[in-house]
Structure formats: C-alpha cells, structure tokens
C-alpha cells in the first residue's frame, strides 16, 4: 500500500499539524533527581523526535503520591515547570505542538518509589505486578519491585486528586505545553476506577458502568475547565489487561464513557492498544462504533506498520496514529517511511527505563549518520 495520507498535513481543533505521525508518551525514566526534574538530555530527546507532526511528552505525574516508578518526571513543583520549559521550547524551535500526558499511577505504586502507600478506588492489590526502582543494580538497570496493596481512597480523596489533575494542567501551560491528555488506560488510576475487577466500591463512584464512569468524566471535565477542552485530551485502552486489569465488563462502560466525553467536546480521544507482538486484535466493530461515538479527533496508538496506519485513515476510522517503539530508536521515523529506510532497532532493552543517560535514548543514528 503506498503511504499516502500519513504524510497529509492534518487540522487538529487550531492546530494545524504538517503530518499524522504521532510520538505518543513513552516512559524512559530519565528525570534528574532528587525531585523528579525534566533536563536537557529530555530536550534533546523531544527535539529530535519533532519530525512527528504532533508530539505527548511521557506521563508525568500530577502529586508525589501519584509517582509509581522511579525517575518520572512530575510536574507539581516550580522546579519541575522550568525543566518541563527545555522541553517545551526545544520542540516548538522545531514548529511543532506537544502535549503533556497527566498521570496518576493509582494502586500501581510501592512505598519504595515515593515513601507512600498507594491510593486506589478499592484495597486490592494488582496482582503479578511490579513497578521499579534504581538502587544500584549493574549498568544502571531498574530493579522491579511488586507493588503494595493500595489504600482505598475516600470522596476527600478523590477531590484532592481531581484537584491535583486540574492544578497540573495549569501547570503545564505554564511550562509551555500547548495542552494536556489525561492518562486514562493501561491499568493506572482512572483505569481502575473504571473497571468492575478493581473498582469494588458501592458509593456514588462504583457499583455500575454509569458510576464507574463517574470519577473519569468529573476529573476530565475539571482539566478542560482549567485549561479549555480545546487543549484536552483522554487517553483509553479498554483492550489492554495487563496489571491485573481483566474486566468482562469494560467495554460496555468504555462506550458510557465515551459518549458522555463526547458531550464535553474535548479535543481528542487517544485509542491505546497493545504493542507487543502477539497483542489482541481490534475488532472492526469497534472501531467504527468508536467513530460514531466520538466527534472530534481519534488518535491510534499500538504496533502498527505504516501501511496498518494508513489503512485505519483511508478509511476515515482514525485521524492521527502514534508509533511508539518506532520512535524509540529512530527519531527521524516519518523521513525513513518516506524513503523505504531501513530501521535502526532498540538494541539493548536494559535502557528502555535504565535512567542511564543518553545511551540507548538520544544515541539513536539518523539516516546519514
């Protein structure tokens, strides 16, 4: 299939993107400690990734209490908000626009990271879970810890961290971002409140899809409040069961929760799926009732070729596809689709969240080089 409308320009709300390749967030653990502070060797990162038409910097926690692994950047202190600043005015130098995912890592977390016992909407543990620390193990590698039964959070609770969200966005246009995507999937905190395995709770926040539904809608209706539901977005992934996040019931409260997010006409929905290999088909079903249900822009992010990419715009199911591990080891991944490149592959998985500077992060070769 030739590669067609990956390469079209795209208008995003007032934003104007040159293209539809997407650097979606990807955790690498390379915030300056103590204090979890973005750097230069960040900005560097994001500078040379800017041949994606629309960048989201990593998840970034919105509270310490928020942080579940080591070396995340945060973005709740002013030292954190002028280092998230390199970050932004290295990428905007390059013309593009960059968003910053808000995360709160919920019952995935362990008092070695942060010092604190995790919050979750009910006391159970994710099972055959682990987060990571850095303790110095050989070669700088993270040491996987499992994590700890979590704290069941009180409606005082929920209000803080919907508070801490709101706070965070703001926070975030201060540091230069051009807006926000609520982390909503892959098992974190407003992924757990969302699915009846981990969502236990029999007050106005659980029991059934319509409450299960309630802490993600009055969380992203306070970002877009704070900084204009044309700069949010909302990150899902009702397919991905890892961290223990099996729910027969999810999709069903997924399509609750997307038409409501649709009456709140925030800019975009980011699709999340699965990356690895042997990772669960999307029914085609899906997809198009997702289109039906969602006005605005949807963003698709898994382990996609080009052409899979392609496809999903031809037909007008998607409007923009994010290539993580793609853009892991090749910053310059739109020019080497273009030219039918070779790619460079992630040669040591030691630094994917090794914290160990620029080896295996901002040593990728470009095309030349």
Not at 14 to 29: E, G, I, K
Not at 68 to 89: F, H, M, N, S
Not at 236 to 263: G, R, S, W, Y
Request: glycine letters at 10%; aromatic letters at 10%.
């Amino acid at each position: 299939m030739e590669i067609i409308k990956l390469f079209e320009p795209y208008t995003m709300g007032s934003f104007v993107l040159p293209n539809r390749f997407v650097l979606p967030p990807l955790t690498r653990s390379r915030s300056a400690e103590p204090g979890e502070v973005p750097n230069e060797l960040m900005a560097a990162y994001y500078a040379q990734r800017a041949s994606a038409g629309f960048l989201i910097a990593e998840a970034t926690q919105v509270s310490l209490q928020g942080m579940g692994y080591a070396r995340t950047p945060g973005i709740y202190t002013r030292k954190q908000i002028e280092g998230w600043k390199l970050v932004t005015d290295a990428v905007h130098q390059q013309g593009r626009k960059i968003f910053l995912q808000l995360w709160h890592t919920g019952r995935v977390g362990s008092s070695k990271v942060n010092g604190l016992q995790p919050v979750a909407p009910s006391p159970i543990a994710a099972k055959n879970t682990n987060v990571y620390i850095f303790d110095g193990a050989p070669n700088g590698d993270a040491t996987f810890v499992p994590v700890e039964t979590p704290r069941e959070m009180t409606e005082a609770d929920i209000r803080t961290v919907i508070a801490e969200f709101s706070r965070a966005a703001k926070n975030a246009m201060e540091a230069g971002f051009d807006g926000v995507e609520i982390h909503g999937a892959n098992g974190y905190l407003v992924d757990q409140f969302l699915r009846s395995n981990s969502n236990k709770r029999t007050d106005d926040y659980g029991g059934t899809g319509e409450k299960r539904t309630r802490f993600a809608m009055e969380l992203t209706k306070a970002v877009a409040d704070a900084v204009g539901k044309e700069r949010t977005g909302l990150r899902v992934a009702p397919f991905i069961k890892f961290k223990d996040m099996d729910d027969p019931e999810i999709l069903d409260t997924m399509m609750l929760l997307i038409e409501k997010i649709n009456q709140l006409d925030i800019l975009y929905l980011h699709f999340s799926e699965a990356d690895w290999d042997d990772a669960p088909q999307i029914p085609y079903g899906f997809r198009v009732n997702l289109r039906k249900k969602f006005g605005n822009t949807i963003i698709a992010t898994g382990n996609k070729t080009p052409e899979q990419g392609e496809q999903l715009l031809q037909e007008g199911l998607v409007d923009l596809v994010g290539f993580g591990r793609k853009f892991l080891a090749n910053p310059d991944y739109p020019e080497r689709v273009r030219k039918k490149a070779t790619l460079n592959e992630i040669t040591d998985t030691h630094t994917l969240f090794g914290g160990g500077g620029a080896r295996g992060y901002s040593d990728y070769p470009f095309l030349g080089n």
